[in-house]
């Protein structure tokens, strides 16, 4: 056996720097309570938007489509692994996005790293958001092409790099976040859309934390800035708001024909399991049939963002449901998230460097459709009780 002694050193190195991340064991289905450890507690952190992932309605769909389809598709899609039901879901993402038409992928993570390569290569050029999420990255390093990174947020940024560097690329493309996750700012898409047109590029939106949340019955972010037929890719998971897992991309029907030969994969790896599949579908329908649970996220939100402020709390400059609290200190952001999980019973993640800058740590909230009144006042008083106790204001 060779010598793995650097493993252990490895994670020594991440447990002394504070960055060994502890993973929790839920015990119970995802839900506006979970339980962790034999305790109930209060779930304030997960993506789960509209409560989907434990929706009866959905766990019957899968259920049904597992009895009519079995548990796995069997092969990858190009050789025998295309069931009826993934051609169903790509033609209702491609109708509820508003898109000619789509491809589904078995994550989101997946998505960026199979499409972003077969749109540009090592002849091309991206533009890429400073803010954008890694499996964004990991695509652009997959397609060799020359990437230049603009500043979050800022259009004339980009617009500078496009005029200097467009011309060293045959194709290209500019590729964004559309709601940032550490933050919860929006994207200003209609602007890159603008400049883009200008440069002979396509445009490419990560809208994993913008379905079910904006747009209309929560269709995303390209629905929200009304800009269905000006953006040549939308991308999506099916993991956040829609409950299950998967990832798709919507655009014209030559780029979806195009990925269909090209994207690894969908070339090489097994498809979605036909279940997945179905809960997905349903949760589009129950999505399209009324926006309820969308009105029911936002005034959620807009509840505990309000609360947050009245108390003193600093949030980010948020647009969205996230609500990113900044407490600063790296150390009393990670003392408040014990505090509130040991002595209130709230689950709430801290994120501090390195995925936000140093001085910037916060716990990120994450209200949803399934919370009651009374367990966001519970947030907002746990908050408040281990803002005092840790002295943080
Ligand atoms: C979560 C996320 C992904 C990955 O989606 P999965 O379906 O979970 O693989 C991709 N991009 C962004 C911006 C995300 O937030």
């Not at 899968?62 to 796995?72: E, K």
């Not at 790293?113 to 050029?125: F, Q, S, Y």
């Not at 036909?274 to 029911?296: N, T």
């Not at 600063?328 to 040991?342: A, F, H, M, Q, V």
Request: net charge neutral; proline share 3%; hydrophobic share 40%.
């Amino acid at each position: 056996m060779t010598d793995l002694s650097w493993v252990n050193e490895e994670i020594e190195t991440l447990k002394n720097d504070g960055r060994y991340i502890p993973i929790r064991i839920l015990e119970s289905p995802q839900g506006s309570h979970v339980k962790i450890e034999g305790k109930e507690v209060l779930n304030m952190c997960s993506n789960n938007y509209l409560g989907l992932a434990n929706n009866p309605e959905v766990k019957k769909a899968v259920i049904d489509a597992i009895g009519q389809y079995g548990m796995g598709a069997g092969a990858v899609r190009s050789i025998a692994g295309t069931m009826e039901i993934h051609n169903k879901l790509e033609e209702k993402v491609a109708s509820f996005k508003h898109m000619e038409s789509s491809l589904v992928y078995q994550g989101g993570l997946l998505a960026n790293l199979g499409t972003i390569p077969v749109l540009v290569g090592k002849e091309d050029v991206i533009f890429s958001e400073e803010l954008n999420h890694a499996s964004i990255i990991d695509g652009m390093r997959l397609s060799s092409a020359k990437k230049y990174v603009y500043n979050h947020m800022s259009v004339e940024d980009l617009e500078r790099k496009m005029k200097e560097h467009r011309k060293e690329g045959k194709r290209s493309l500019v590729v964004t976040d559309g709601v940032f996750s550490m933050d919860g700012d929006i994207a200003p898409v209609k602007e890159i859309q603008e400049v883009k047109d200008r440069y002979d590029t396509m445009f490419y939106v990560d809208d994993a934390h913008g379905e079910g949340v904006l747009g209309k019955n929560g269709r995303g972010i390209v629905d929200h800035f009304g800009l269905q037929g000006k953006v040549e890719v939308e991308m999506g998971t099916f993991s956040k708001a829609l409950g299950s897992m998967g990832g798709f991309v919507a655009g014209s029907e030559k780029l979806i024909d195009l990925l269909k030969q090209r994207a690894r994969p969908f070339l090489f790896s097994s498809a979605l399991n036909p279940g997945d599949a179905a809960g997905v579908l349903k949760s589009i329908e129950i999505m399209e049939r009324d926006d309820s649970l969308v009105k029911k996220l936002w005034d959620n939100a807009n509840y505990l963002q309000k609360g947050f402020r009245d108390l003193g709390f600093k949030l980010t400059s948020t647009k969205t449901p996230i609500t990113p609290v900044v407490i600063g200190d790296e150390k009393k952001t990670l003392e408040l998230s014990s505090y509130l999980y040991r002595n209130e019973g709230v689950f709430a993640s801290p994120i501090v460097f390195p995925t936000v800058a140093k001085g910037l740590a916060r716990i990120r909230v994450m209200p949803s459709a399934i919370h009651s009144k009374e367990d966001l006042k519970k947030t907002l008083e746990a908050f408040e009780k281990g803002a005092k106790a840790l002295k943080i204001h």
